[in-house]
């Protein structure tokens, strides 16, 4: 008796165009991943030079145009591909943060960031069964829900930070058209759902800076709580107490809305201007000290 093996089999013309279409189409995938990989890869070597040339906390555009360029490489390869997304907001944060220096630039950086950021939302609504339903849960629901996604709390960091930042650079009209505030609340309190520690207490920092600065009007932004504000920061001290922005925001709410605590303000703001920026983030961390000096001379210390 012959085995399968001895048994010639004639293959039919239909049958060896569909196993030529079937190793088409897996090369043509296997090339668009490794498309995406290598445009990433090439956004993340820019990334890590962003600081080449910088004075301060203002950088030099050429390396952070290289890694926005990578990134939207990858984006392009792949529309809604999350790691792609949340690097470059993150790039586009600092090109309108740290390179930009009129209100056109950054309203440019901080409007591509709104288009990414609402694209990778609804990228993360498809994992659990549409845009409509992830904004209808609970921050706690929508990060229960999306706990199998590691990009998730990146994309809603990055993008309620694009969202506050896009709010300043088209003024307050728009940004209480678009519901600012409320993006970066509801972006901000997933983040803290998912993690408190989350990027050195980013959901903390985020919530506090909003309730430190959002103004509060009543039926649209009756929400907003200055005691809030300085609890979340204090948290946010507490987990990261070398994170700059954590001690200058924290001072700068209790300048503004505790009289009394104004020694432990000037006390932090001391502190953090002995501070010398780290060395993984030399621009990022010279722009708070900065901001710490002007801030003490206002304060009288």
Avoid at 1 to 22: D, G, H, Q, V
Wanted: a positive charge; aromatic letters at 8%.
């Amino acid at each position: 008796m012959k085995t399968f093996r001895e048994t010639p089999r004639p293959t039919s013309p239909r049958a060896i165009f569909f196993c030529l279409a079937f190793a088409v189409a897996l090369s043509a995938g296997t090339g668009s991943l490794l498309a995406q990989a290598d445009a990433i890869a090439e956004g993340d070597a820019a990334f890590a030079r962003r600081a080449e040339g910088a004075k301060g906390a203002r950088a030099l555009s050429g390396p952070i145009d290289q890694a926005i360029a990578g990134y939207e490489k990858a984006l392009k390869a792949k529309p809604g591909q999350l790691e792609a997304s949340w690097k470059l907001l993150r790039a586009l944060h600092f090109k309108g943060e740290y390179v930009a220096t009129t209100s056109e630039a950054k309203q440019t950086a901080f409007g591509r960031g709104k288009q990414v950021v609402e694209a990778a939302v609804d990228e993360l609504g498809k994992r659990v069964g549409g845009r409509a339903k992830l904004d209808a849960m609970t921050p706690a629901a929508a990060a229960k829900a999306l706990a199998g996604v590691p990009e998730a709390p990146y994309v809603f960091l990055w993008g309620a930070v694009d969202w506050g930042l896009w709010g300043d650079a088209f003024g307050k009209l728009a940004a209480a058209r678009q519901g600012v505030g409320d993006k970066v609340r509801r972006y901000g309190e997933i983040v803290l759902a998912t993690d408190p520690r989350f990027e050195e207490a980013g959901g903390h920092r985020l919530l506090g800076r909003l309730h430190t600065l959002a103004p509060k009007v009543p039926f649209i932004t009756g929400w907003v709580d200055r005691d809030l504000a300085i609890d979340h920061l204090k948290k946010a001290v507490a987990i990261a107490p070398q994170n700059p922005y954590n001690q200058l925001y924290l001072a700068d709410a209790l300048l503004q809305y505790r009289s009394a605590a104004k020694p432990e303000a000037i006390a932090i703001l001391k502190r953090l201007i002995a501070q010398k920026p780290s060395a993984e983030k030399p621009v990022e961390d010279a722009a708070p000290i900065a901001e710490a000096k002007v801030l003490l001379g206002k304060a009288g210390g």
